[in-house]
């Protein structure tokens, strides 16, 4: 049960994180564009997007990569899973829509988005990984000093 919970807390991590960069996406569209259409503001519409997409490239790559680590996979490796989880994010969304589902012009968009999302997630990951590293590594030295 308890692994069970710790991917549980790091898909909502992970979506978390991908809501956070795709409603910037969406502030910076709304800039562009204006204000949009529908109920909710473009912002707010990427972010919710983004979350479930986040959430759903952490199932596809808890499934595929369950036994690597970050430092072990690719760039264009992870990159390709965020391809596919958006891709699956599409889907999902046009299996639900009803009649005439999404516009097929949503589904190249959305696995571009999961790549670039994919990527620089790990990216931030590599970073905070060597970061720690280095903590680490400094903390090993100030624990055990040698007698130079």
């Known amino acids: ?10 898909a909502i991590g992970m979506g978390l994180t991908w809501s956070l960069g795709w409603f910037v996406v969406g502030l910076v569209f709304r800039l562009l564009v204006g204000s949009g ?14 979350f ?4 759903t490239f952490s199932g596809v790559l808890g499934v595929v ?7 072990q996979m690719s760039l264009l490796r992870f ?10 994010l599409f889907v999902a969304f046009a299996l639900t829509a009803g009649p005439g589902g999404e516009p097929l012009y ?3 968009l959305f696995a571009a988005a999961g790549a670039g999302s994919a990527a620089g997630t790990l990216a ?9 590293s280095l903590e680490t590594a400094a903390g ?6 040698t007698e130079d």
């Open 106 to 108: 949503f589904a190249p």
């Open 79 to 88: 990159a390709g899973w965020g391809v596919l989880g958006g891709f699956v």
């Open 65 to 71: 990569e369950r036994r690597r680590g970050f430092d």
């Open 52 to 55: 479930l997409a986040g959430v």
């Open 1 to 10: 049960m308890k692994r069970w919970l710790l991917r549980l807390r790091g």
């Open 37 to 50: 259409t529908g109920d909710l503001p473009f912002p707010i519409q990427f972010g919710v997007v983004g």
């Open 124 to 132: 931030v990951a590599r970073m905070a990984g060597g970061r720690e």
């Open 140 to 145: 090993t030295v100030e624990r055990f000093p």
